[in-house]
């Protein structure tokens, strides 16, 4: 099945270090996710975005649903030691399979306190 | 608060053996879902279900059954287990048409000696 291209694969920061991720498709998605997996846990949803060129925080976080809707990105300032885990993309089109979510491969995030 | 309850966090089994991962939600959601997790890897979809009784092959269906008698309950069963199932397994949930993305539960790590 298809997969996002999510870069990077992984990070290794400093604490209070921002940090940025993106994710891209070859195909337009109408809902764009971002989830966060902590260590030993499953993944929990951040940010939802539903309009092209939407902007969206929460907290610390920043996504944002690209013009083309083929692309999102995510931000995170100021990052402190819980930031830790794998952050996953997703996006979901409307229409006949709009149940089906399409994710990146995660991109593994480490903050060095 | 809603959830997704996976029955176990952490099993060992036998090569051979039939083993069944039990997945609940009490959000009333259609939709459900069992993935597979690897490094590397991603999330992979193994089964769906959009409805009870109803199911559909993921991506990488093949080794596993499902099974939805009730709305609430998709259960995933691994008819004879092999060392290369040994994964996490996350079981998720949605409404169907809202766009909302998947509520995850807290994964089975699986181990098959």
């Known amino acids: 099945g298809q997969q996002l291209n999510q870069s990077p694969q992984s990070m290794f920061i400093q604490e209070g270090e921002d940090v940025s991720m993106n994710c891209t498709s070859s195909?337009?998605?109408?809902?764009w996710l971002w989830y966060k997996q902590d260590p030993g846990e499953g993944p929990v949803l951040l940010i939802a975005?539903?309009?092209?060129?939407e902007l969206t925080s929460n907290g610390r976080l920043t996504a944002q649903f690209g013009i083309t809707r083929k692309d999102s990105f995510l931000n995170i300032s100021a990052s402190i030691p819980s930031d830790v885990g794998i952050y996953f993309c997703?996006?979901?089109?409307?229409?006949?399979?709009?149940?089906?979510?399409?994710f990146g491969k995660g991109t593994l995030l480490t903050v060095n306190p | 608060d809603v959830k997704v309850t996976q029955s176990s966090r952490y099993l060992v089994k036998r090569t051979g053996e039939k083993v069944f991962l039990e997945c609940v939600q009490d959000?009333?959601?259609?939709?459900m879902f069992w993935y597979r997790q690897d490094p590397g890897l991603g999330l992979r979809l193994i089964y769906f279900?959009?409805?009870?009784?109803?199911?559909e092959k993921g991506d990488i269906p093949e080794g596993y059954s499902v099974s939805r008698e009730k709305k609430e309950r998709f259960s995933l069963i691994l008819e004879s287990a092999s060392t290369n199932q040994t994964s996490m397994y996350l079981c998720?949930?949605?409404?169907?048409?809202?766009?909302?993305?998947?509520?995850f539960g807290s994964g089975t790590r699986l181990t098959v000696v």
């Open positions: 998720a949930s949605s409404s169907a048409g809202t766009g909302r993305g998947y509520t």
């Open positions: 195909s337009i998605f109408n809902t």
């Open positions: 975005l539903y309009k092209a060129g």
């Open positions: 997703a996006g979901q089109r409307s229409g006949g399979s709009n149940y089906k979510l399409t």
């Open positions: 959000m009333d959601h259609e939709n």
């Open positions: 279900s959009y409805d009870v009784k109803m199911k």
